[in-house]
Nanobody, 124 residues
Framework: QVQLVESGGGLVQAGGSLRLSCAVS????????MGWFRQAPGKEREFILA????????YYTDSVKDRFTISRDNAKSTVFLQMNSLKPEDTAVYYC?????????????????WGQGTQVTVSS
């Protein structure tokens, strides 16, 4: 089984940057993709980006393209989400999640394992 531990959330002013981390351990050879989601109060969980675990292909939604970047270390033990030009509407709890059944997929139900979430708050 895969375990995920997130870190790096916090409070930042609009236009600022934050970097989230997702530490990966366990049976990583079963992973097909890692996705990042966010959920704001009163709203549904929203897919924002993903990386194919085997070939490194990435996919970004229009809401974060050109502002957020996903990367991972060479050992594939940590995934980083660099968030630049943050906006108040980016305020949410951010989650990393792993799919062991499909490559890049936007449906949260296709993800088997979730991190604990980390709060990102962007002030105006």
């Amino acid at each position: 089984q895969v375990q995920l531990v997130e870190s790096g959330g916090g409070l930042v002013q609009a236009g600022g940057s934050l970097r989230l981390s997702c530490a990966v351990s366990g049976r990583t050879n079963s992973m097909r993709a890692m996705g990042w989601f966010r959920q704001a109060p009163g709203k549904e969980r929203e897919f924002i980006l993903a990386i194919d675990w085997r070939d490194g292909r990435t996919y970004y939604t229009d809401s974060v393209k050109d502002r957020f970047t996903i990367s991972r270390d060479n050992a594939k033990s940590t995934v980083f989400l660099q968030m630049n030009s943050l906006k108040p509407e980016d305020t949410a709890v951010y989650y990393c999640a792993v799919s062991e059944v499909m490559t890049i997929v936007t449906d949260y139900r296709r993800y088997n394992t979730w991190g604990q979430g980390t709060q990102v708050t962007v002030s105006s």
